[in-house]
T-cell receptor, first 117, second 114 residues
Framework: DTGVSQDPRHKITKRGQNVTFRCDPISEHNRLYWYRQTLGQGPEFLTYFQNEAQLEKSRLLSDRFSAERPKGSFSTLEIQRTEQGDSAMYLC???????????????FGPGTRLTVL | AQSVTQPDIHITVSEGASLELRCNYSYGATPYLFWYVQSPGQGLQLLLKYFSGDTLVQGIKGFEAEFKRSQSSFNLRKPSVHWSDAAEYFCAVSPLSSASKIIFGSGTRLSIRP
């Protein structure tokens, strides 16, 4: 078990550019989550997938944001036409939800820190 | 709306002293409750979680938390802190109706005085 990995760890971009982040969950975890964390705040939920289906999206996820998990394994988060307000740490987490029951434990990756100049 | 309040932004304690970090939640029913720790450059690590049953929950690294329904609180405690405990601590809840999304508090930064 290698844990959740994210790539890149750091990204600096200019306003208006598109960026894409990748998350590789713990193998065989069927749920994958994206969160955003700004300085001095706790993480905020963006969206989650169960297998390849995107089941919930936060209002924070504007139409400039899109997330995919095409084969139910890794996921990508793309931000189009970046703005300075998009600067944040983007966290990915995964979990294994087998049956209906208590909340599954989410395991977090190290995050991708985005700076928009 | 569900919310999590961590009233202390920053706490400093001496090494070897006891620690209590406060957490209050606002929700219609008892949600699932968590404490996570985040060290610089590290991902969030789960310290402990409460789903039901015994209201005193034991976690990793010598931490424990007590769920008090009457106070809507889930405070984190450790009897004797170590310098390596310096980090940011987040209390979090997961509503029963959406046992997937986690709502985090704003965090408490813990500093350790030598």
């Amino acid at each position: 078990d290698t844990g959740v990995s994210q790539d890149p760890r750091h990204k600096i971009t200019k306003r208006g550019q598109n960026v894409t982040f990748r998350c590789d969950p713990i193998s065989e975890h069927n749920r994958l989550y994206w969160y955003r964390q700004t300085l001095g705040q706790g993480p905020e939920f963006l969206t989650y997938f169960q297998n390849e289906a995107q089941l919930e999206k936060s209002r924070l996820l504007s139409d400039r944001f899109s997330a995919e998990r095409p084969k139910g394994s890794f996921s990508t988060l793309e931000i189009q036409r970046t703005e300075q307000g998009d600067s944040a740490m983007y966290l990915c987490a995964s979990s294994s939800m087998k049956i209906r029951g208590p909340a599954d434990t989410q395991y977090f990756g190290p995050g991708t820190r985005l700076t928009v100049l | 709306a569900q919310s999590v309040t961590q009233p202390d932004i920053h706490i400093t304690v001496s090494e070897g002293a006891s620690l209590e970090l406060r957490c209050n939640y606002s929700y219609g029913a008892t949600p699932y409750l968590f404490w996570y720790v985040q060290s610089p450059g590290q991902g969030l690590q789960l310290l402990l979680k409460y789903f039901s049953g015994d209201t005193l929950v034991q976690g990793i690294k010598g931490f424990e938390a007590e769920f008090k329904r009457s106070q809507s609180s889930f405070n984190l405690r450790k009897p004797s802190v170590h310098w390596s405990d310096a980090a940011e601590y987040f209390c979090a809840v997961s509503p029963l109706s959406s046992a997937s999304k986690i709502i985090f508090g704003s965090g408490t930064r813990l500093s350790i005085r030598p």
